[in-house]
């Protein structure tokens, strides 16, 4: 295939979803197209985010990216949109789920990676794409917080580990067992 350059994916995804990323302003206004910037990498986390937001909005939704970018080694996304209460579930779950995917899948070539700490800087690469040091121990590493809570004099972290095989959230009782677990 040589002589053929390959299309950019974001101007793929702009193609198939103009909606999501260059939807027309109100009133005649030209609304600023959502350009993602993040690396290649990270390309298949933002389709899959596409097609999960895509699949659950009803005709009368509306939805749109406002910003999407690498922040600290994950996929940080701002959206706007006319929804639903279950359409507004949906979307915050597959943006979860896409942000939580980000920090598994290296940002330069989209294979399985982690978040690395070279210079101060977050970066989530591949072994072979690594710089610095890994940010996290493999005990707290894709843990988030979901909610604390205090149970008597006891204050509980709960979390969710994300999954990356089954791209889901697996929610744990107790964050404080795994920080203990790591000393
Ligand atoms: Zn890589």
């Known amino acids: ?7 950019d994916w974001r101007a793929e995804l702009q193609d198939i979803l103009p909606d999501f990323f260059n939807p027309p302003g109100g009133g005649g206004r030209a609304r600023p197209v959502c350009v ?8 298949g986390v933002v389709d899959r985010c596409c097609v999960r937001i895509a699949a659950a909005l ?10 999407i ?8 996304i701002r959206w706007a949109g006319r929804l639903t209460a279950p359409g507004e579930a949906a979307v915050r779950a597959a943006i979860d ?3 939580a995917r980000s920090m598994c899948v ?30 996290f ?5 894709n843990v988030h917080l979901i909610r604390v809570t205090v149970k008597g004099r006891l204050r509980v972290v709960v979390g969710a580990r994300y999954d990356f095989e089954t791209d889901a959230f697996v929610e744990i009782d107790d964050v404080s067992v795994l920080s203990r677990g790591e000393a």
């Open 1 to 7: 295939m040589a002589g053929v350059v390959p299309r």
């Open 36 to 43: 993602p910037e993040c690396g290649p990498g990270w390309a």
């Open 58 to 67: 009803e005709d009368r939704e509306s939805f749109r990216f406002e910003d």
């Open 69 to 76: 970018r690498s922040c600290d080694g994950a996929l940080r």
């Open 97 to 99: 789920l896409a942000e």
């Open 106 to 135: 290296c940002e330069t070539c989209g294979a399985r990676g982690r978040r690395f700490r070279a210079d101060g800087m977050l970066a989530t690469r591949c072994p072979d794409h690594a710089e610095g040091v890994p940010a």
């Open 137 to 141: 121990s493999p005990a707290m590493e």
